[in-house]
């Protein structure tokens, strides 16, 4: 029994750090916050199902800020000002170029050319309109918009772990790096650490439709990827985590 208890400490004591790494290096790649030097990359990538605790960091802040203001609008204001400006605006640039890509017209060819394009069209000024707009209409119909920000930013990391385990990459990059280092049970372990923000949402019918929202929208974001633009980059994974926030607060102010 001792030797058992010994070989578990010691497993934890090697195991930690390297979660704690990991932790350090996801909130150092998705955030601004001060934390020292860079992390390497590949500590991040070897357990990206440690996306939503990001969620927890940023929608904590942003509520916290929320608490201070009084004024509904102005609230709903605060809390996405805050979560963009703490993700240092990382996933918004990939929406706007995502936005490109849909609207491009012609070939698949074409598509892939508008997205990676660093001049932002029509298209990405758009759907980065149409998506704040979203949110900050759902935010403006619920009266709890520091519970609303905090189960939103937290849900909508799930969406960019299951794009990064299933996508196919089309190019080399970013997301095909993070891709290779995937696992089929990454999904769960990210959702399970969803379930906790889940629990903010008030009564029966909240906790189910921000739930159902934060899982439905990477299954269609993955079947729109593929069949457009044949696979997924890292701007959509970035995309998908501004889609899924607005999805959530919607859905959020639907149904309370």
């Known amino acids: 029994m001792g030797k058992n208890k010994l070989f578990w400490r010691l497993r934890y004591v090697d195991y930690m750090p390297g979660y704690l790494k990991s932790v350090r290096s996801t909130l150092q790649f998705c955030t ?32 916290l800020l929320t608490m201070l203001v009084s004024d509904p609008a102005l609230s709903a204001a605060v809390a996405l000002a805050a979560v963009m400006i703490l993700n240092g605006f990382h996933h918004f640039d990939g929406l706007l170029d995502l936005g490109d890509g849909m609207m491009a017209h012609g070939s698949r060819e074409k598509r892939l050319k508008a997205l990676s394009d660093q001049n932002v069209g029509a298209g990405g000024i758009a759907s980065g309109m149409l998506v704040i707009l979203l949110a900050y209409a759902g935010l403006m119909s619920i009266a709890m918009v520091p519970y609303a920000i905090l189960i939103a930013e937290v849900l909508s990391r799930f969406s960019p772990v299951f794009l990064l385990t299933f996508g196919e990459p089309i190019k080399e990059g ?7 280092f995937g696992k089929k049970w990454f999904p769960y372990a990210a ?4 379930v906790p923000a889940l629990f903010l949402a008030p009564g029966g019918v909240g906790f189910m439709a921000a739930g159902i929202a934060s899982i439905a929208v ?19 994974d970035g ?9 959530v607060i919607a859905c959020l102010a639907l149904v309370l």
Request: proline share 4%; net charge negative.
């Open 32 to 63: 601004i916050l001060p934390l020292g030097d860079s992390s390497d990359y590949d500590s991040y990538a070897r357990r990206f199902y440690l996306f939503p605790l990001v969620g927890y960091v940023t929608g904590g802040i942003a509520a």
């Open 174 to 180: 970013m997301h095909s790096y993070t891709h290779d």
């Open 191 to 194: 959702f399970a650490l969803c």
């Open 239 to 247: 995309a998908s985590v501004e889609i899924s926030r607005m999805a």
């Open 218 to 236: 990477p299954l269609f974001l993955l079947v729109v990827f593929k069949k457009i633009f044949g696979g997924v980059n890292g701007d959509m």
